[in-house]
């Protein structure tokens, strides 16, 4: 029986670890996260989802205040088109976001920033530019084209001095998204050099509509991975989305994946962002606690835990802090239904809206809990404490399970007594 070690992923002159951490926003797969991926031989994600506020915690800087305080006479006004970016103060972030995690690196693998395009911050073509020119500039390893794949990015860095040498993918849902990027990027020259496949058990966005568990992820695999064969285009697949034992990844790897990714066994890694009475929800989860809904205002289904507390609040929208989603008239879905509900309830000294939900800031608060479908499955990986609560795991502990264990084997960790 064959284990993840047994293959080795080819790509950009190196053989690596076939196994891919996945971008997980906002700053859920953090530096350390990414970095220990890195330092283990296979390839680890950062986020560039809110990245000035990523800054602002990390590195002390004022991002979000200075915006907030230029735009605060706005903040009562429902219009939000007045509310943009600076491309100066977001190329300085994602630099100083992707510049410090690439000195920290160790090791063999390689460190990529997941680029989510349906973030379209007022000015959708210039933010996702700057953010991506940034992080080439700040010497990331490689990008993922992310969440509401944008047939032009390949395009809008095409004179980057960086454009052909570092590796730069996507990720799509269905052979005819493929298609469609490969056939709008013609002209280029340049294929993806590799595609995340992600089927419908993953976390965060997904790229199916409210019918995903009709899909299946490796009849996705195998219809992209022939149709590549009979187009003779020879691009890495990796498949995502419910792969949680090192025996899952075999049956991948051993049939057109060249590697997989994984994100949601990483949630419960002390190097992963979520707090940690965050990640104790995560363990305790049972399957009927997961939903897909449509509450996220980019319009995809968004997988959540049910008991999230940004489900049903009526927060005050904060486009002048943060904006994210705002489209390219400065308009969110999530605005509308907060007006619609204070418009109904006139009186009420705070409203809950049911429908959508505040992306940005219950993202950025970690009250969004976003997770994969496997979730519940969780808590069969540790030791649970007599306390009731669950053992959270390292990094490495996780990343060497999938590389090592056999079948649908998973390894427990020692039992670390709690004080
Ligand atoms: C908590 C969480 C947040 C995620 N956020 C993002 C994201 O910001 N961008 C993205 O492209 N994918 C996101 N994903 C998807 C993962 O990168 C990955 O492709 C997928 O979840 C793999 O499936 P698995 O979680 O079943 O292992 C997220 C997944 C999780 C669990």
């Known amino acids: 029986m064959k284990c993840v070690d047994d293959f080795r992923l080819r790509l950009g002159g190196k053989e690596l670890v076939p196994l891919v951490v996945g971008g997980m926003g906002v700053d859920i797969s953090t530096a350390e996260l990414a970095l220990e991926a890195a330092r283990l031989g296979g390839i680890g994600h950062i986020s560039d989802a809110m990245v000035p506020t990523v800054a602002d915690r990390r590195f002390k ?234 509450i996220s205002p980019t319009g995809y289904p968004m997988r959540m835990l049910k008991n999230s507390p940004a489900i049903g609040a009526g927060t005050h929208p904060n486009c002048e802090s943060f904006g994210y989603i705002l489209d390219a008239n400065g308009r969110c879905s999530y605005i509308d239904a907060y007006n619609r509900e204070v418009a109904l309830h006139p009186d009420a000294k705070k409203v809950s809206v049911r429908d959508k939900t505040c992306l940005c800031t219950h993202m950025r608060n970690f009250e969004l809990w976003t997770c994969g479908h496997t979730t519940y499955r969780l808590k069969d990986t540790t030791r649970r404490h007599a306390d009731g609560s669950y053992q959270l795991l390292s990094a490495e502990h996780i990343f060497n399970d999938y590389r090592f264990s056999k079948g649908s084997a998973i390894a427990l960790p020692a039992l670390k007594e709690i004080a």
């Open 61 to 294: 800087t004022r991002f979000v205040k200075d915006k907030l305080k230029q735009y605060k006479y706005n903040v009562a006004n429902s219009d939000k088109s007045d509310v943009r970016f600076d491309l100066g103060h977001l190329a300085e972030a994602t630099r100083l976001h992707v510049g410090r995690t690439m000195e920290a690196k160790r090791g063999d693998g390689m460190v990529f920033i997941n680029c989510m395009e349906k973030l379209t911050m007022n000015a959708p073509r210039e933010t996702l530019r700057v953010r991506l020119s940034a992080a080439l500039d700040a010497g990331i390893d490689g990008i993922t084209l992310a969440a509401g794949l944008h047939l032009g990015s390949f395009a809008l860095l095409e004179d980057h001095p960086r454009f052909r040498d570092a590796q730069i993918g996507i990720i799509v849902s269905s052979l005819r998204a493929l298609q469609l990027f490969l056939k709008k990027n013609s002209r280029l020259g340049r294929l993806p050099d590799f595609v995340v496949i992600e089927g419908p058990l993953a976390g965060g966005h997904l790229g199916f509509g409210m019918d995903w568990a009709k899909y299946d992820l490796h009849a996705i695999v195998a219809e992209i991975r022939d149709w590549l064969r009979t187009e003779k285009l020879d691009i890495p697949l990796i498949p995502a989305g419910g792969i949680f034992t090192g025996g899952d990844a075999v049956d991948f790897l051993g049939n057109g994946g060249a590697a997989v990714q994984v994100a949601t066994r990483f949630t419960v890694a002390s190097e992963c962002g979520l707090p940690e009475d965050v990640q104790q929800e995560y363990f305790k989860a049972s399957e009927s606690d997961i939903e897909v809904n449509g």
